[in-house]
């Protein structure tokens, strides 16, 4: 799909009248999709397992956010490339900041800035907006970058909504890639299993630090499983919570896996629920 054109403000307004940046859950459209810029980062389609959507992700670092957000439970919504309307509003911050607002390289147009993700939380029964700007911490002491955060904390401030900035470490880092090959089986949209193999799985298991061939073994010998299907059940069981497991470390190409515990739920497995 080729990408749009976000040069002038009639780009501007044709996107919005196209719904992009706009909406929730299945229906929101990212202002940024990876085909409409020019990242020198490892841009990133995902589809989402709570908003049944594509994701687009222009960075390493975003996507490990995205996991990280994605596998938390309060997050309920998750909208990324969220743009700053209107833009006459981030202009003026931008002035009263005393820093120049982001144009357009070509046509030197003030642009739409975006935060990298708004995500929506049921916090207590209370829904709760959280916007998160991404980056590499090596772009922490940018000046340029810095000038930029600051346009956006304030945006978010005038709107009551708490702003953060997340640069990730070598634990999220190996956390968010053990979230990605416990979940890909989910987004293949494919699950092969019945009901009743996943219950007995999770009768299998108990916690405790365990060899994965042996639970691979049991899943074949006494759940009914092909062997070549063996490791992905254990990953859907970890992908839609029924066991917790410790994530500091990767499990890829792990031999053991240490089953902190299991979350058997009878109605949970029959509805689906993760």
């Known amino acids: ?10 780009d501007f307004k044709r996107s919005l009248k196209n719904k992009y940046g706009v909406g929730e859950g299945k229906l929101y459209k990212p202002w940024l999709r990876v085909q ?16 049944h959507r594509v ?3 222009l960075s390493l670092i975003e996507t490990e956010f995205f996991y990280l957000a994605e596998h938390c439970d309060s997050v309920i919504d998750i909208r990324e490339q969220f743009p700053l309307f209107p833009i006459n ?27 990298d993700f708004l995500l929506t939380r049921s916090i207590n029964g209370q829904i709760v907006f959280e916007a998160i700007s991404v980056k590499p911490e090596t772009e922490s002491d940018n000046q340029r970058v810095l ?6 904390r304030v945006w978010w401030e005038l709107l009551g909504i708490n702003f953060s900035y997340f640069v990730g470490s070598e634990s999220t880092k190996i956390q968010s890639n053990n979230i990605n090959w416990a979940t890909h089986p989910l987004r293949e949209g494919t699950q092969p299993f019945t009901q009743h193999q996943l219950e007995l799985a999770i009768h299998l298991i108990t916690p405790g630090k365990q060899f994965i061939r042996d639970i691979c073994n049991d899943f074949v010998e006494r759940a009914d499983v092909v062997h070549d299907e063996s490791l992905n059940l254990l990953r859907i069981l970890i992908a839609k919570k029924y066991i917790s497991v410790d994530i500091s470390y990767s499990l890829e190409n792990a031999d053991f896996i240490n089953i902190l515990t299991t979350n058997f739920n009878q109605e949970d497995l029959a509805i689906g629920n993760s």
Not at 1 to 10: K, P, Q, S, V, W
Not at 91 to 115: D, F, Q, R
Request: zero cysteines.
């Open 55 to 57: 994701h687009h992700t």
């Open 147 to 152: 000038e930029k955060l600051e346009i956006e």
């Open 89 to 115: 509003l981030s202009i003026k911050i931008a002035e009263s900041l005393g820093v120049k607002h982001p144009t357009h390289p070509k046509t030197n147009v003030p642009i739409i800035i975006t935060t």
């Open 36 to 51: 409409d810029v020019k990242s020198k980062g490892v841009r990133s389609q995902i589809l989402g397992l709570k908003t």
């Open 1 to 10: 799909m080729a990408g749009r054109r976000l040069e002038t403000f009639e």
